[in-house]
Nanobody
Framework: QVQLVESGGGLVQPGGSLRLSCEASGIIFSPTVVGWYRQAPGKQREWVATITSDGITNYAGSVKGRFTISRDNTKNTGYLQMNTLKPEGTAVYYC?????????WGQGTQVTVSS
């Protein structure tokens, strides 16, 4: 059974930082593609960033230069380092993993950016 468990969300002031983690189990992690998405209240889920098995990264324009996606295959974990957070970054953040067996979502972690 595949499980993706996100952690690291919380309340942060504008300009602050958070690091999200997505730990995978039940799959062979190293050949996967890992992505992060977010869904703000009343809005559709949107793509944030992706990292391939080779470490190639891509970012949405709204987060480029402030967010960094990474992975540690020895820990079966993907990360999203978020710096200079803005109030519009308030959302539930989800990880998504594409494996040979299919694509999977995590349960989401809430990030609130507010003073």
């Amino acid at each position: 059974q595949v499980q993706l468990v996100e952690s690291g969300g919380g309340l942060v002031q504008p300009g602050g930082s958070l690091r999200l983690s997505c730990e995978a189990s039940g799959i062979i992690f190293s050949p996967t593609v890992v992505g992060w998405y977010r869904q703000a209240p009343g809005k559709q889920r949107e793509w944030v960033a992706t990292i391939t098995s080779d470490g190639i990264t891509n970012y949405a324009g709204s987060v480029k230069g402030r967010f960094t996606i990474s992975r540690d295959n020895t820990k079966n974990t993907g990360y999203l380092q978020m710096n200079t957070l803005k109030p519009e970054g308030t959302a539930v953040y989800y990880c998504r993993v594409w494996a040979t067996s299919g694509a999977y979502w995590g349960q989401g972690t809430q990030v609130t950016v507010s003073s």
